[in-house]
């Protein structure tokens, strides 16, 4: 079981970063300066332990982007509601599906279906188009569970 939920939260990291990098390099196309992304992982050991190791995979792959992984503080829905509040949010978060639905209702997402690449990057993170519907916050994807079990949100 901690297996499978490692797989998913890999498959899980590899789309986000993958939307993030998208993101990121659509601005700064010209730009041969490093592309950094900042991702947030919550406050505990193995989140922050595999958050770490993946974004070093991802790296040693895509050497022109860096993934600088930080362990939010005690309250995770703090630290990120005072991000959001004052315009440093990260590029990347690993909030629950309930604060992605607020968030996404009051415009402080970026919904990931909007980058040309998500559907295939989606797939070969094996998450399937119907699986994805259920992601759905007003008709757009904002967020990608880790957990099989959480069902729809929207």
Request: proline residues 0%; without cysteine.
């Given at each position: 079981m901690k297996r499978r939920l490692g797989s998913i939260f890999i498959l899980s990291m590899v789309?986000?970063?993958g939307v993030a990098i998208c993101f990121s390099?659509?601005?700064n196309a010209?730009?041969?300066a490093k592309t950094k992304i900042t991702y947030w992982v919550i406050n505990n050991d193995p989140d922050e332990q595999l958050g770490k190791k993946y974004a070093a995979d991802f790296m040693a792959k895509n050497p022109e982007i860096e993934v600088d992984v930080v362990r939010m503080g005690e309250v995770s829905?703090?630290?990120i509601a005072i991000s959001v509040a004052g315009g440093t949010a990260p590029d990347v978060c690993q909030m629950g599906p309930s604060l992605s639905v607020n968030y996404a209702?009051?415009?402080a997402l970026i919904p990931l279906d909007s980058f040309s690449d998500f559907q295939t990057a989606a797939m070969?993170?094996?998450k399937p188009?119907?699986?994805l519907a259920g992601y759905k916050i007003d008709g757009h994807i904002y967020l990608m569970l880790n957990l099989q079990n959480l069902g729809?949100?929207?």
């Open positions: 789309v986000l970063l390099l659509s601005g010209a730009s041969q829905e703090e630290t209702k009051e415009g070969e993170a094996s188009a119907d699986l729809k949100i929207s």
